[in-house]
Nanobody
């Protein structure tokens, strides 16, 4: 069955960096766009970044533009989220998803279990 597994989360100080990875299995990886979403306590899930199947086009939420970068390595069936200049408000559970590669979470068919990112002030 299709499985997406996130890794790389943890505790980091404000201004620091983390790189999240999402490894896909049992998925024709190159047929899917990939996205990153996050959910903070008491808040709804929100879009973070997305990348098309070829990696040619990327999309970012305004809140992370200039700080985060999404990329993919189709040979490794892996998508990454490089997070720089982290802020306490970035604290959330981060989820990767496979689908349309858009900002609309309804267009994603597969979701990982999430990885916790905590940014201390």
């Amino acid at each position: 069955q299709v499985q997406l597994v996130e890794s790389g989360g943890g505790l980091v100080q404000a201004g620091g960096s983390l790189r999240l990875s999402c490894a896909a299995s049992a998925l024709t990886f190159t047929n899917y766009g990939m996205g990153w979403f996050r959910q903070a306590p008491g808040k709804e899930r929100e879009f973070v970044a997305a990348i098309t199947w070829s990696g040619a086009v990327t999309y970012y939420a305004d809140s992370v533009k200039g700080r985060f970068a999404i990329s993919r390595d189709n040979a490794k069936n892996t998508v990454y989220l490089q997070m720089n200049s982290l802020k306490p408000e970035d604290t959330a559970v981060y989820y990767c998803a496979a689908g349309a590669g858009s900002s609309n979470g309804n267009n994603y068919h597969y979701w990982g279990q999430g990885t916790q990112v905590t940014v201390s002030s």
